[in-house]
């Protein structure tokens, strides 16, 4: 089993930043790839970044490419979502989640662990 919590969420203007963290807890986060998804009201929840366990290689929702920026610490089993430029439209509550090393990145169906989420607003 691995746990995992969100913090770093809040409220910001838009054109703002905010970072993410998302602890983990249990097993070696080392054996897992991780990533982030969002869920806004009304709407499914939606990839926004991954990592593969050993940091090498990360991937991105179109609209969030060059704005956003994940990155994982293995050693403090803790992974983060650097989110500049924000926009109103990024407003959502973020999850992490943790997979097993081989599947797609962007599905959510293929992650064995989620957290809590958090929430972040971008006002207008």
């Known amino acids: 089993q691995v746990q995992l919590v969100e913090s770093g969420g809040g409220l910001v203007q838009a054109g703002g930043s905010l970072r993410l963290s998302c602890a983990a807890s249990?097993?070696?986060?080392?054996?897992?790839?991780m990533g982030w998804f969002r869920q806004a009201p009304g709407k499914e929840r939606g990839f926004v970044a991954a990592?593969?366990?050993?940091?090498?290689?990360?991937y991105y929702a179109d609209s969030v490419k060059g704005r956003f920026t994940i990155a994982r610490d293995n050693a403090k089993s803790t992974v983060y979502l650097q989110m500049n430029s924000l926009k109103p439209e990024d407003t959502a509550v973020y999850y992490c989640?943790?997979?097993?090393?081989?599947?797609?990145?962007?599905?959510?169906?293929?992650?064995?662990?989620w957290g809590q989420g958090s929430q972040v607003t971008v006002s207008s």
């Open positions: 249990g097993r070696t986060l080392s054996n897992y790839d």
């Open positions: 990592v593969t366990w050993s940091g090498s290689t990360t």
């Open positions: 989640a943790a997979k097993n090393i081989g599947r797609a990145v962007s599905r959510p169906g293929n992650y064995d662990y």
